[in-house]
């Protein structure tokens, strides 16, 4: 197929690729009367650091119908995924660019991917969104295709620390101190809708992995690929990649530290985990005690 630019925005926890025609598209975080453009040239390490000394409500920004008609210039044929239109306006803003772009640019043609998740499945979506193109498949057959390679992802999180959530209202402060006086995890997915939500909690982190390990096999996770995205704890993301090919072999895995917006909202200590047969944040309306 001929070539066809990649676009994603930056909750993909993905590098510019020139070599793929991958572009990644920054989300903004704020906090502390900062703004941080979550791309390749952010110090992270300062980020963090800022971040966990953080007391104050942050938000975070999609990037600007611009922003999408800069990484499309050039372009007759392109695949955007973005993360979910349930927590975020990127879908929306990169809908308008499409329609922008290609009134001004007639033979151009643009597909626009919710990916209803963040994280690692967006990658696993380009994985497999390039795969398809290695192939003879029409391109306008590809909405459809990719669509259904969504439905065999599944995106699961932990997280150790509710401390970002309490400051942005989606739990509440007591709840966040005292599951971390407990040491309680959350245990979540994306639903089918987009929402981030939470599944369980336990008492832990060892028995967290046991609970990813659960639910993996529920899901029917056969040993397909597995991308383990990780803020500050790459110890415990290993743990999980040797549990997991203990009881799969055949599984490919990639573990991979998180870019700011997912460090933001996954917070110190968290891991994401995308399988193909995915990792995502939780549902604001939702108490998850």
């Not at 676009?7 to 070599?19: E, F, G, L, Q």
């Not at 997915?189 to 939470?198: I, M, Q």
Request: hydrophobic letters at 40%.
């Amino acid at each position: 197929m001929e070539n066809i630019k990649l676009i994603v925005d930056s909750s993909a926890n993905m590098n510019n690729d020139p070599a793929r025609n991958l572009e990644v598209v920054p989300l903004t975080i704020s906090f502390g009367g900062e703004d941080y453009l979550d791309n390749q040239d952010l110090n992270m390490k300062e980020f963090l650091s800022n971040m966990n000394q953080n007391n104050v409500a942050g938000k975070t920004t999609c990037p600007s119908i611009q922003a999408w008609l800069d990484a499309l210039e050039g372009t007759e044929k392109a695949i955007i995924v973005t993360m979910t239109s349930g927590m975020s306006g990127t879908f929306s803003s990169a809908l308008q660019a499409k329609a922008m772009y290609e009134e001004k640019h007639p033979l151009s043609k643009i597909i626009v991917v919710d990916s209803r998740s963040a994280g690692p499945e967006l990658a696993i979506i380009v994985h497999g969104i390039e795969k398809m193109l290695q192939g003879e498949m029409r391109f306008v057959d590809l909405e459809e295709a990719i669509a259904k390679f969504r439905m065999q992802t599944h995106l699961l999180f932990v997280l150790q620390s509710l401390h970002n959530l309490s400051l942005n209202g989606r739990v509440s402060p007591a709840v966040a101190k005292i599951a971390g006086l407990l040491k309680i995890n959350l245990i979540g997915t994306a639903s089918k809708e987009g929402k981030l939500e939470p599944l369980t909690k336990a008492r832990g982190m060892k028995k967290a992995i046991r609970e990813i390990i659960k639910y993996m096999k529920e899901d029917n996770y056969h040993g397909g690929e597995v991308i383990i995205d990780h803020c500050e704890n790459e110890k415990d993301a290993e743990i999980i990649k040797n549990k997991i090919l203990r009881r799969y072999p055949e599984a490919q895995i990639t573990i991979r530290p998180m870019h700011a917006l997912c460090n933001f909202m996954l917070d110190k200590g968290g891991c994401g985990q995308l399988m193909n047969k995915k990792l995502n944040i939780t549902n604001p309306e939702h108490d998850p005690f």
